[in-house]
């Protein structure tokens, strides 16, 4: 998809100048971003960069002072996670938010789950649990051995692909994926990767929040950097490199400062009476 087709489509969310205050804190000041259906935009920045606000925000968490926000060309504010998650907005937090020592299935279905009988005799429709659980894991390329295992038992990236696969099938348009990455090793973190990029192709919108520029110039097509709550940058993929990126996010112009500044210093040449060395 060309850079024009996307700039006539109407983004699933846009923020425009978005800021955020808490108290004489201002934790977001001027962000703008676009999120389109099929692609997937970073967001990247360290720790106090803003961007956890910026999820509470675009989550439901909480609301923005000044701004807008647009949900399909559609102005609005959300006042829950549970308005953002009807309006197609799904959220993957570092915790996960699963219960360890229930199984696969169970936390595929947390706070859905379907029922059958009626009545008193109503109870939880077990076996559509497991047979859907287990489809749409593998609708996303994802085989896990055993569906009735706890979820706990599952490695950090099995878990993170399970919460994905999760929101695809309950029909998010939106999927925000906060540090999917954060805490694993590099196979793992290639592996939630790739049902990132899965999620993508399914025609959902993915907002990537990291501090990998690495791991975002892999999978990403647009880039916002975010520091100390404003925007240091924002970038289509064709319009920047990795080693750019990684300058821009690593503090360029600072960074080379500070590299400066704890170069060893030269040594003086002593010299003889006859000033030769």
Known sequence: MTTTDTAT????IELREVSKSYGNVKALQGVSLEVHAGEITCVLGDNGAG??????????LHQHDAGSLTIEGEEARLGSPREALDRGIA???QDLAVVPLM??????FLGSEPRKGRGPFKRLDVETMRRTTRAALLRMGIDLRDVDQPIGTLSGGERQCVAIARAVHFGAKVLILDEPTAALGVKQSGVVLKYVAAARDAGLGVVLITHNPHHAHLVGDR????????MAGSHLKSEIALDE??????????????????????EPVEKDAAGEV
């Open 9 to 12: 489509r109407t983004p699933l």
């Open 51 to 60: 961007k956890s606000t910026l999820i509470k925000i675009v989550a439901g």
């Open 91 to 93: 959220t993957v937090y």
């Open 103 to 108: 199984p696969v299935w169970r936390n595929f």
């Open 223 to 230: 880039f916002v950097l975010l520091k100390r709550g404003t």
């Open 245 to 266: 990126l990684t300058r821009q996010m690593a503090g360029g112009s600072e960074l080379e400062q500070l590299s400066h500044e704890l170069a060893r210093p030269t």
